[in-house]
């Protein structure tokens, strides 16, 4: 099957998604074709349709933030006019807002959560030419009505391929002066008001350990990866507080320290450190 998969950042500076670059190293896996499209600018829609036409896709995504939302039904109304290909939107708002997104005009699907298994497997049951309505983490449109599949439990992050990155990841280094950005974890564990996760808790509250950590050997293997494939002269660490976990954090930066010697940034918390880890 083929993917094409589409990050909208109208307006907004460029950056890498990480749920995206899991989703296509997971497919590719699978054996399935998977390609990364960046919608950074109104003027890209032309691209994207030319690029639909030419690859063909059985099923186009599209990540989605609140901000973009309102793009979304004349974007996918361009698509619908030259392509058959199933429209699938996930992401965090149509996770946490699945009703608003699925009045959205062309849209055949949302995936709440982790995509990367109900994904591969959408693609596994439309090659197969099987039934897929009953998949979990999936609302389907069918006949005017809206079937709402259960969430599946959440995922062991070390069982998941490096994230994919393409040849247009150079770019975005170099576009952010330099830095490469890692994201070793998902799910933190406070309930500030701002912030998604206090919403995705609620949702994720039976469904395992909300918060989880790659590996300390996983996470200097992607930094490893990553520096024989790509020039940057500096790191970002996205995740939203590295010390969360103290064992995991001396594990981790000694090795790092044995490892590399780039300067960084990272996410902490106050309270979440003391000085010994500072």
């Known amino acids: 099957m083929k993917i094409l998969l589409v990050h ?5 500076i460029p ?25 950074q600018d109104l003027r ?11 690859q063909k896709p059985d099923i186009i995504g599209f990540s989605l933030l609140t901000a973009e939302a309102g793009y979304l039904g004349d ?12 429209i699938v939107c996930g992401g965090i708002h149509p996770t946490l807002q699945p009703e608003s997104t699925s009045q959205i005009d062309g849209v055949d699907a949302i995936v709440r959560g982790e995509g990367e298994y109900p ?19 999936f609302w389907f449109k069918k006949n005017g009505q809206i079937i709402k599949n259960d969430l599946r439990p959440l995922i062991d992050l070390n069982e998941l391929p490096p994230p994919d990155k393409g040849i247009f990841y150079q770019r975005m280094i170099d576009l952010d002066w330099g830095t490469n950005r890692f994201m070793f974890n998902r799910g933190c564990p406070f309930g500030c008001s701002y912030c998604s996760n206090s919403a995705l808790q ?16 996983k996470a200097i293997e992607l930094i490893d990866l990553d520096s024989k494939r790509f020039k940057f002269d500096f790191i970002f660490f996205d995740d939203d507080i590295i010390a969360l976990d103290k064992n995991w954090f001396y594990e981790f930066f000694a090795l790092y320290k044995k490892r590399f010697s780039y300067p960084f940034c990272c996410n902490v918390r106050a309270g979440s450190v003391d000085s010994a880890m500072i």
């Open 202 to 217: 609620m949702l994720y509250k039976s469904k395992g350990p909300f918060c989880r950590f790659l590996s300390p050997q």
């Open 15 to 39: 950056a890498y998604s990480y749920g995206i670059g899991y989703l296509i190293s997971v497919l590719k896996r699978g054996g399935h074709s998977a390609d990364y499209f960046v919608l």
């Open 75 to 86: 974007i996918i109304k361009g698509v619908k006019e030259i392509s058959s290909a199933l």
């Open 44 to 54: 890209d829609i032309l691209l994207l349709y030319q690029t639909v036409k030419e």
């Open 119 to 137: 994904l591969l497997e959408l693609a596994n049951c439309m090659e197969k030419k099987e039934g897929y309505f009953h998949l979990k983490n």
């Open 8 to 12: 909208p950042q109208i307006n907004s």
